[in-house]
RNA sequence: GCCGAAGUGGCGGAACUGGCAGACGCGCCGGACUCAAAAUCCGGUUCCCUCCGGGGAGUGUGGGUUCGAUUCCCACCUUCGGCACCA
């Protein structure tokens, strides 16, 4: 008998396969049934030069779930695409010469080219690259609509400035406060940014978490991330400048305990206490220094910092003046960006408090009853809450009010390898949105894709300028660009109608299609790229766009994939990536190894330790399905411990790919199967049904050498044949062990 | 600090609804085949004790519920992940 050889036998199926158009699926017609669809995703990926282990996790679990929905009868969309813009290409194209889209494309044929070897069933018909004008120019289409609508619009908002290369930076280029290239001291400058207005669906995204069947660990982080706070806004009066100033607390009972005030650096009001301030000096210069820290630096700082400004601001409960102070511990994007301390019932104030010397006093007992809170106290602090909320409101101070951590999601990017923002500034008319015909707006080619300037785009001068949509006076064009999740907030749609040349896509495909049925892709999305697209959704769906407003309807997370981790430096040390894998073990050994190492929602580190078993197994399958097809008697598997057990694995791995998930299980049980047909030989009377049934449970895993036992087993085309049924009467047994204890013991 | 997940043999892991802990695989040990090796096959492999019949302990730690706990409850320890001056 021959050996066993994965190349041939990999070869000769994915050339039947690309024949006969196997994981192509075609439009629905009309009056087709919703409930015999499925569409399964997996997050496209960005076309480096090679697959990684990543992916080879991400896609075989993607593809065994569609096979699996294949074969028990439904239709199903597993489609491919590139999220081919974005900074790695340019980076590359900076470092190594060349145009990033020769490096993309290069790479997506090259890659393209790996995950055909793998066997991984997409439907090519539909592939996807965001770098290409048939797809971008959608996103410039959907931006127009978002900006209608009011959900896409521009603000000032800081960023950091060389003042001498005249060049706006990424945090990363700022060291010390100075310049990466010039060394010239950073300033905060506030310059118009693109946003989408996530914030306007802040609640939704929160309630509509409840209805997903994602993993609660997802949904927790999409919880911390939009952070819905409720308490209560409160008005502060500054006599001096008559003006009152609202803050934000979820302590509203603690207010007697307020004992000073605390601004935000970028506070609109500091600039007008500054220029009546005894401290002017000091105040500017530590606004100044505070703009150009990041975030992480203010909240790393080992002590508070701030400065008196010389004001008083008023504490509406009790007439009380306390001191005004600007800190940048108050963040300016989030609340008010002013506080009222309250250093006994707060750590981060009462920290502050210390370092400057100011007065603590307690309003809230051991008991969690109001204390030195004139009318309130002895209240309950809960029941004190609404209590205060209540006579300020009566008084038209203060009202509850809910605050978010959610901020709206900045797009512009002062980079060249992306979807260029369709629009067009004039004197006259402000930011102009391109017209829907003139779409799209072509990504021209450019000698320097280098961020020295301001955005690399400007340096084309002639595609720049561009007359207004409005009055045909020559304006110029915007030249930041989208951030590269805008592309993938809405790819899963496009694939649905990917080659509609005349409208983003039908309405009925994508309302057949979607939502996804099963989205599958690392944790590390948990939060942006997963709320980007829920947004989206949601927009999208209020513009009358599409016909649902959830996009993933069941998300599979899977773990990293660690290389090199503790245990690699111990064994061989020589770590084999993907292609070198099927290389040498073929690409079903891969893909079983791959989902047989652990549980695919976990983390796991790589090792090629036990591929070497896995393929021993694939070899061991091969040999005995041969020669039971060779020498099995045909007909019914009479009842028996082997044809039992077979029964027993088609209940057993059903439930585990289908409701479970549990793919290292699934393929044990298999395993298990096997063993026995082993020990059983292949004249068992039940022999042929075992191994039959062992070929046909392997499939979506192992689905070249499946295919190839399947043909020797007398049948064909496995790809469609139907999956398995147990049958209930098989799985009885004749006897059992009845477990007797006692006394705890077994006996 | 807050939120979340997880701790089981030499290793990866299994035990799904509270019912024989360690399935399946790796590694290791022994044997068969062979001139020899590879490949393949068979047997063994949680730990301790053993008169070889078996006996005892055991799922991070300490308690609890239960006839019975890896599984449920309480407290703690450790590791990993996310968020983090969010008022």
Redesign the pocket.
């Known amino acids: 008998m021959e050996r066993y050889d994965p190349k041939a036998i990999e070869a000769k199926w994915q050339g039947v396969w690309a024949d006969a158009r196997a994981s192509h699926v075609p439009d629905p017609g009309p009056g087709a049934d919703r409930s015999k669809k499925s569409y399964v995703v997996e997050m496209w990926p960005y076309p480096s030069g090679t697959l990684h282990m990543g992916h080879v996790l991400v896609y075989t679990i993607g593809d065994v779930i569609s096979r699996f929905h294949r074969r028990n009868g439904l239709a199903v969309l597993h489609p491919i695409g590139f999220d081919s813009f974005g900074l790695p290409a340019e980076n590359a194209a900076i470092r190594e010469g060349g145009h990033p889209r020769e490096i993309t494309e290069r790479n997506i044929v090259t890659i393209s080219e790996s995950m055909r070897r793998m066997g991984w069933g997409f439907d090519w018909d539909r592939l996807l690259s965001a770098h290409e004008p048939s797809y971008y120019r959608w996103d410039q289409w959907l931006f127009l609509k978002l900006f209608e609508a009011g959900l896409a619009y521009r603000k000032a908002s800081p960023v950091k400035w060389c003042p001498v290369d005249q060049a706006v930076l990424a945090n990363e280029q700022v060291h010390d406060g100075r310049c990466e290239y010039c060394g010239a001291e950073v300033v905060s400058k506030n310059l118009e940014q693109w946003f989408f207005r996530t914030t306007a669906y802040a609640d939704e995204l929160l309630d509509e978490l409840e209805g997903l069947d994602w993993?609660?660990?997802v949904k927790?982080?999409q919880?911390?991330?939009i952070?819905r706070?409720e308490?209560a806004e409160i008005l502060f009066s500054v006599d001096e400048l008559e003006t009152d100033v609202p803050?934000?607390?979820?302590?509203p009972d603690t207010l007697f305990g307020a004992t000073f005030f605390?601004l935000?650096p970028e506070h609109p009001l500091v600039d007008q206490l500054i220029e009546r301030s005894p401290n002017a000096a000091e105040l500017r210069d530590y606004v100044g220094k505070a703009a150009v820290k990041r975030?992480?630096e203010?909240?790393?700082?080992e002590?508070?910092?701030g400065v008196f400004t010389g004001f008083f601001a008023t504490n509406p409960v009790n007439e009380a003046r306390i001191p005004i102070w600007v800190?940048?511990?108050?963040?300016?994007?989030?609340?008010?960006?002013?506080?009222?301390?309250?250093p006994a019932h707060?750590?981060?104030?009462l920290?502050?408090a210390e370092r400057f010397d100011l007065p603590v006093v307690t309003v809230i007992d051991d008991d969690g009853r109001l204390v030195n809170s004139a009318q309130f106290d002895g209240r309950p602090a809960e029941e004190a809450k609404g209590a205060i909320v209540d006579w300020l409101g009566e008084r038209g101070r203060g009202k509850t009010a809910i605050?978010?951590?959610l901020?709206d999601w900045g797009f512009s990017r002062q980079r060249y390898w992306g979807c260029p923002i369709p629009i067009v500034y004039c004197d006259d008319h402000g930011a102009v949105p391109v017209p829907y015909d003139e779409l799209p707006v072509l990504l021209p080619d450019i000698e320097d894709y280098k961020p020295k300037g301001i955005a690399p785009l400007a340096s084309a001068v002639d595609w720049v300028r561009a007359p207004c949509p409005t009055c045909g006076k020559e304006g110029r064009r915007e030249v930041e660009t989208m951030d590269t999740f805008v592309d993938s907030s809405w790819y899963f749609l496009r694939y649905c109608d990917p080659h509609n040349e005349d409208a983003v896509w039908d309405r009925e495909l994508v309302d057949f299609w979607n939502p996804v049925d099963q989205y599958i892709g690392g944790?590390?999305h948990?939060?942006m790229h997963l709320i980007y697209a829920r947004f989206f959704m949601k927009a999208l769906n209020d513009l009358g766009l599409i016909g649902f407003r959830e996009p993933f309807q069941n998300l599979f997370t899977n773990g990293?994939v660690q290389l090199g981790g503790s245990?690699m430096s111990k064994s061989k040390g020589n770590v084999i990536g993907p292609e070198e894998l099927v290389e040498e073990y073929g690409a079903d050994s891969a893909r079983l190894y791959m989902l047989?190492?652990?549980?695919a929602r976990?983390?796991?580190?790589w090792?090629d330790?036990?591929i070497?078993?896995?393929?021993?197994?694939v070899?061991?399958l091969y040999?005995?399905v041969s020669e039971v097809a060779e020498r099995a008697p045909a007909g019914e598997p009479p009842a028996g411990e082997l044809t039992r057990k077979a029964h027993e694995t088609i209940a057993?791995v059903t439930?585990?790919i289908g409701?479970?998930q549990?793919f290292?299980?699934a393929?044990?049980?298999?395993?298990?199967l096997?063993?026995e047909l082993?020990?059983a030989g292949p004249e068992d009377p039940a022999a042929r049904f075992a191994a039959e049934t062992a070929v046909s449970l392997i499939q979506p895993y192992a689905p070249h050498v499946a295919e190839e036992l399947w043909q020797r087993l007398g049948h064909e085309r496995l790809w469609e044949h139907a999956w398995p049924v147990a049958d209930d009467a098989q799985l009885v047994r004749d006897t059992?062990?009845l477990?007797v204890?006692?006394?705890?013991?077994?006996?």
């Open positions: 993993p609660d660990r927790a982080m919880r911390n991330w952070g706070s308490g803050v934000f607390t979820t302590r605390v935000a975030g992480e203010r909240a790393a700082a002590e508070k910092t800190a940048d511990y108050v963040l300016m994007d989030y609340g008010t960006g002013a506080i009222m301390a309250v707060d750590e981060r104030d920290a502050f605050s978010f951590r901020r944790v590390d948990a939060t990293w245990k047989f190492i652990g549980p976990e983390d796991m580190d090792t330790d036990g070497d078993g896995m393929q021993r197994f070899r061991r040999r005995l057993k439930d585990d409701r479970r549990s290292n299980t393929i044990a049980a298999i395993m298990e096997v063993n082993s020990k059992f062990e477990v204890q006692v006394n705890g013991k077994v006996r």
